[in-house]
């Protein structure tokens, strides 16, 4: 996580071609070796105008604005914030963002001063791409920087604990732990990693359908489709394999979905793919004594797939990523008026 509190811009000086802080910049300074990023800030008698929530990747970028008290005045949005297309090209949309935000209610953006940020982004797993994304921060009263998954999780529980596992094309399991310690598990991203999302089940609808071709398994219909959906022969098939990706992938989970109720290949990919978020949720939270929630663009076709012990935790998210962004700069500003230092994650 970054956690920044902003009176100034930082003095900076280049040695060796590298930006570094200079450390009479920073009399409070905190160093968390942690999977993330560092820690860094100045205790500020925190007072703000607006608190802006920010959810970012790479399909656009989503923002809130509230008043200091945390009721929500209006949302906004805008292009990618990914964090892999550059920082400068992150906060052009966050600010776009922003200001279409304000504009809803008739407002011009205010002074950057007068706001507190929080942000979950897609990239911030990278800790130089998180700190090059600080570093450009235009002046927020304070400004709190985690992942997209964080988010989520605070959104869904509202900052309380809890666990979610968010189910798009990739899968991340996250938890707040009752110490106020973050655990995340998975996230690798494609094609190792990201178990029962829908680039993973996509896969495993390609081996099945390459089975088909190769006579090891008699044709059906579930697989007939994804041959058809990838040229509708051997050619085709390896040529549409040279190009794919790990949104084409995903796309196949659309036609698992579909025959899972009838075919019996289809049905067993779901299996697989529910006992796979079964462990993300073991390995979260052990003690399986803290509410769950299943979040993103799969979360609603996974349920029929949990073991039973399983679906018993599931309960509904509160709030989506936006929300959570909000918690998070709350909790940011109440830490940071009390003296309080960050906690640091776990992994």
Known sequence: MTYRTHTRHSQRRNTNDNRRYQLKDLPRLWLSI???TVIWGRHVN??????????????????AIALANGNELARGAAGTSALRHGAD?????????????????????????????????????????????AEKDPGFAL??????ACTTL???????????????TGSVGEALLEDGSHREVGGWGFPCGDEAGGAWIGLRAMNAAQRVLDGRCPPGGFTNAVITHCGGHRDAVFNWLACAGQADYAQLTWIVLHWSATDI????????????????????????TLPIALCGGLAGYMHTYLPDNLRARIVAPQGDSVSGALV???????KNNSEQPCTARTT
């Open 89 to 133: 090209a992150a906060w052009r949309a966050v600010m776009t963002a922003i200001t279409n935000a304000f504009s809803t209610i008739g407002l011009a953006l205010p002074e950057i001063a007068q706001m507190a940020i929080g942000l979950g982004l897609s990239g911030v797993h990278n800790k130089q791409w998180a700190a090059q994304f």
């Open 143 to 148: 400004l709190r920087l985690e992942t997209d």
């Open 154 to 168: 605070m959104g869904a529980h509202k900052g309380r604990a809890g666990t979610i596992v968010a189910l798009g």
């Open 328 to 334: 998070l700069i709350q909790q940011a500003i109440s």
């Open 34 to 36: 942690v999977k993330i």
């Open 46 to 63: 925190t007072k703000v105008d607006y608190l802006i929530g920010v959810d970012g990747g790479g399909s656009g970028t989503r923002v």
């Open 265 to 288: 290949t289809a049905k067993q990919i779901m299996q697989e793919a529910g006992r796979e978020v079964a462990d993300i949720a073991w390995a979260l939270d052990n003690s399986e």
